[in-house]
């Protein structure tokens, strides 16, 4: 009896392992340099190969969800193409079963700059980072390439303030 106890909670458990496989989620915020919400841009998510694995639209407040990821390192990307918003090079982000929120901020002027923190947190349109966009700067300035670092994900930059990725 206790031996099938036992083998029920492995076999629970390795069937909740693969279902809990693809649950995670990458969710933010798409604001431009004036801090308003951006409807329409797309964030893609590169694996390891540069093959898009999941992307979305941003909404009307500038929110973006992307769900049924792995666990793992992609790169994230924004598909400004089609707007009058400068492109980046991808970011690096690390997403576990709690998620990742990654928030942007773009301009016409400017490479795209991203602020990734683990975990899906409440993200406030209007207000993502929870703080000015100069201590953004300086909380990202001296980043030397695009990547993850103490849990910031950092390209391009506003006014030359972020160090830009280098190729």
Known sequence: MVRRIIASLMG?????????????????????????????????VLDKNGT?????????QGEYTI???????YRFAL???????????????????????????VSPTAPPIALAQPGLGSVLAGDPFGMS??????LVTGVVGAGVVGGLAAS??????????SK
């Open 67 to 73: 769900e049924g990821l792995a666990d793992g390192t």
């Open 133 to 138: 966009m100069l201590a953004f700067s300086g």
């Open 12 to 44: 629970l458990s390795l069937a909740l392992a693969a279902t809990t496989a693809y649950c995670a989620s990458v969710a933010g915020t798409v604001l431009n340099s004036d801090r308003k919400p951006v409807q329409g841009l797309r964030v893609n």
């Open 79 to 105: 598909d400004t193409k089609t707007t009058n918003y400068q492109t980046g090079e991808p970011v690096v982000g690390i997403v576990t079963a709690k998620g990742l929120t990654l928030n942007w901020v």
């Open 52 to 60: 898009v694995v999941g992307s979305a639209v941003s909404g009307a």
């Open 156 to 165: 391009g930059g506003i006014g030359g303030s972020v160090a830009s990725p």
